[in-house]
């Protein structure tokens, strides 16, 4: 299941291409930790089927992903086992909001770090313990509105190391949608991504809704 866009380019091709190529495991220059504002994305359409958009649910950022990058595109569907196991899942537990989305991220992104399934989920958990999430998006109650912006900001604000430059806020339908952070590929510091901060929303403002 895709919660929403994902990079689109694999190294060396023009962006009209036609995707990603397979390869092996382990190329790749930084990682995409993708956080997805859990309202927004319930608020597509045929969301509200997912466990998470289930009223009370009460989710707000989930992971979405954490996505081996080149400076250009990126590597999808590596060679590697395809199923994780039940030790391995157990790392993502709490991390995404089902298992069928950890599974699917193994799938399309984790075989390209190179690394075991147990480990790249451990990955994803320290990528996402790094990153201090803003005050107005910890229980908000109320529908808000942010410029794209001053998300950014927000976040900035609330993480020392980063920097303008080393992040992506995404919207749908007018609608915080994602934001996208940069890691170096040992995951010890924010890095600077040009093609990933190209993605950003450019709507002036958008709706940040709370959670369920």
């Given at each position: 299941?895709?919660?929403?866009a ?5 190294r ?14 382990g190329?790749?220059d ?12 319930c ?15 009460g989710?707000a ?10 400076e250009h ?13 039940r030790?391995?899942l ?6 995404f ?10 799938r ?10 147990s ?8 990528a ?7 005050a ?18 927000a976040f ?16 749908r339908?007018?609608a ?15 890095r600077?991504?040009?093609?990933v ?10 709706s ?5």
């Amino acid at each position: 299941m895709r919660l929403c866009a994902e990079p689109a380019l694999a190294r060396g091709e023009p962006a009209d291409s036609m995707g990603p190529t397979p390869r092996a495991g382990g190329d790749f220059d930084f990682y995409v930790l993708s956080l997805s504002w859990s309202p927004g994305f319930c608020e597509s359409d045929g969301a509200q089927r997912r466990a998470q958009c289930a009223p009370g649910a009460g989710k707000a950022f989930v992971v979405h992903g954490l996505w081996p990058q080149y400076e250009h595109g990126f590597p999808s569907d590596c060679d590697g086992a395809a199923s994780p196991s039940r030790i391995a899942l157990a790392r993502a537990e709490g991390l995404f909001p089902d298992e069928g989305l950890a599974r699917h991220e193994w799938r399309k992104h984790g075989r390209c770090s190179g690394k075991s399934p147990s480990d790249y989920f451990g990955d994803v958990r320290r990528a996402r313990e790094s990153v201090a999430i803003p005050a107005p998006f910890e229980h908000p109650r109320e529908p808000q509105t942010f410029a794209p912006l001053d998300i950014q900001r927000a976040f900035v604000a609330a993480n020392p190391r980063l920097r303008p430059g080393m992040l992506a806020v995404t919207c749908r339908k007018g609608a915080l949608a994602e934001v996208r952070l940069c890691f170096s590929r040992d995951l010890r510091e924010f890095r600077a991504c040009p093609e990933v901060a190209r993605q950003s929303c450019r709507a002036g403002e958008i709706s940040v809704p709370p959670p369920l």
